[in-house]
């Protein structure tokens, strides 16, 4: 049997976002694996390699040390889903090159939390609870966006997008870290859109081009690995960390069909040639078999067409997403997100 995963990836806000990226005659720089690499701090989820059974239900389910890098993976992704409480901060951009001498610099973070037993389908079968932002700041794109998800609720509201209802009018503004900003950075909005409520999740998800029940997905499948590094255990950490190389066409086959959707629609402008060059993944797992962290880079190319001239584009995209399975993580109680909705 073809083993297979769909494995979270960017928050689509990030997508949002890219008709601004032109690295005009500067090609991104491909990534090298090295099974050695830094190990993200864990400014949130340092309980998750203490997590007890009970809060994953069926139990966490176990790695050891001659599991392969696409094994752990997979039973990572296992535990995450079957958690009862998880966080995922999603923390990246880009610096980039706007026709060829402009250079900007493109913030984008996400939060997700859920209450609840997920599900890898995205159709919320187990009925959890929702709450995830998707947030992007540049000098040219200032987006924010909220979404609540219960059994039988699905709603949305956002600022600063060209979306009916959206409030185009808004604003979004953001320090960045620093004493004054603390880690992440302040995000502000001085006027939201409406609220917008769906009928179900799938009209959401059709209206957005975004299920916020998951993260766009990966096809990641073991055919589709170019290279891989580890697992390698890091006694100082008590984690495992690898590395992979997908084949970028066959990894992002349906995932580039959502990019383009929102590309063009958000964009405002026709996208021809879009081909993902790189995707590479760094996974930390816990030795319990719980995710800690993944940094993704994702290389692609696309020609913008502006005024009928297509400007051909190269974009590279880093994020780090941390992972945290506790209620009770400092910033991350989805009560606190949803009162505040």
């Known amino acids: 049997m073809k083993k297979k995963i769909l494995i979270s990836t960017l928050v689509i806000i990030m997508i949002l976002s890219m008709s601004l990226m032109i690295f005009a005659g500067c090609k991104p720089k491909m990534d ?15 309980s998750g390699g203490e997590l007890s059974a009970d809060m994953v239900q069926g139990g966490i ?5 001659d599991m392969s890098a696409f094994d752990m993976l997979q039973v990572g992704m ?49 009925g959890a609870t929702y709450f995830a932002d998707n947030k992007s700041h540049s000098a040219f794109a200032k987006i924010y966006e909220k979404f609540i998800i219960r059994e039988n609720e699905w709603i949305r509201k956002a600022v600063a997008s060209e979306k009916n209802g959206d409030g185009a009018d808004g604003k979004v503004s953001y320090t960045k870290p620093g004493k ?27 209206a957005n ?5 998951i993260l766009w997905m990966y096809d990641l499948q073991e055919e589709f690995i170019i290279d891989s ?30 990019m383009l959707v929102q590309l063009e629609s958000n964009a405002g402008m026709p996208i021809e040639g879009l081909e993902f060059k790189q995707l590479m993944l760094e996974v930390v797992l816990w030795e319990n078999g719980m ?20 400007i051909d584009s190269d974009v590279k995209l880093t994020a780090t997403q941390l992972f945290s399975y506790d209620p009770n993580e400092e910033g991350y109680k989805i009560a606190d997100h949803i009162n505040a909705f």
Do not use: C
Not at 61 to 65: E, T
Not at 105 to 114: A, G, L, M, N, P
Not at 193 to 204: Q, R, T
């Open 229 to 258: 590094r580890g697992p390698k255990y890091d006694e100082a950490e008590k984690s495992y960390k690898f590395s992979f190389k997908f084949e970028p066409t066959k990894s992002t086959e349906e995932y580039r069909k959502v």
């Open 78 to 126: 296992e535990n995450f889903y079957n958690a009862k409480y998880a966080t995922i901060e999603y923390n990246g951009g880009v610096f980039m090159t706007l026709a060829g001498f402009i250079q900007v610099e493109q913030v984008v973070q996400s939060t997700k939390v859920r209450d609840g037993i997920g599900d890898a389908n995205g159709a919320n079968a187990n």
């Open 291 to 310: 995710i800690r962290a993944i940094n993704v880079s994702e290389i692609y190319h696309m020609k913008m067409v502006l005024g009928g001239t297509g």
């Open 180 to 206: 004054r900003g603390g880690r992440l950075g302040i995000w502000d909005v001085d006027k939201w859109g409406k609220v917008k409520n769906y009928e179900s999740l799938s009209e959401l998800v059709t």
């Open 61 to 65: 389910k176990a790695i050891n040390s």
């Open 32 to 46: 090298e694996l090295n099974e050695n690499f830094t190990i993200p701090t864990a400014s949130i989820g340092a």
């Open 209 to 213: 081009s975004n299920n916020p029940t």
